[in-house]
């Protein structure tokens, strides 16, 4: 129980959805990709280089979207169909060492 307290929590699903309605590099979506991407990164980290959580977000769309959410590289360098689909992935992925 978080006590209305959510700071720590990451919300994966929301940054779909914000992804979904190309609303991710604007607060207070920006931060919260931010925040699951780097979080994402630290958990596949964890695994080794070579894992499936490591390889989704340190390349490919989730990289780029997190370059793009820290304004590296300009919005139109996304692809938000595959940054959505690289993001089910890496939930698939999280969900699956849950079980």
Same mark, same amino acid.
């Given at each position: 129980?978080?006590?209305?307290?959510?700071?720590?929590?990451?919300?994966?699903a929301?940054?779909?959805?914000?992804i979904?309605?190309?609303?991710?590099?604007?607060?207070?979506? *920006?931060?919260?990709?931010?925040?699951?991407?780097? %979080? +994402? &990164?630290?958990?596949?980290?964890?695994?080794? /280089?070579?894992?499936?959580?490591?390889?989704?977000?340190?390349?490919?769309?989730?990289?780029?979207?997190?370059?793009?959410?820290?304004?590296?590289?300009?919005? *139109?360098?996304?692809?938000?169909?595959?940054?959505? %689909? +690289? &993001?089910?992935?890496?939930?698939?992925?999280? /969900?699956?060492?849950?079980?």
């Amino acid at each position: 129980m978080t006590d209305g307290d959510e700071s720590g929590l990451y919300d994966f699903a929301g940054t779909l959805e914000a992804i979904r309605e190309r609303e991710v590099l604007y607060a207070p979506h *920006s931060g919260m990709a931010a925040d699951c991407l780097g %979080a +994402a &990164l630290d958990l596949g980290l964890q695994f080794g /280089e070579d894992s499936v959580g490591c390889q989704l977000a340190r390349h490919g769309p989730l990289d780029q979207l997190y370059r793009a959410v820290w304004k590296e590289i300009d919005e *139109s360098a996304l692809d938000y169909l595959e940054c959505e %689909a +690289a &993001l089910v992935r890496l939930i698939e992925w999280i /969900e699956g060492l849950a079980r």
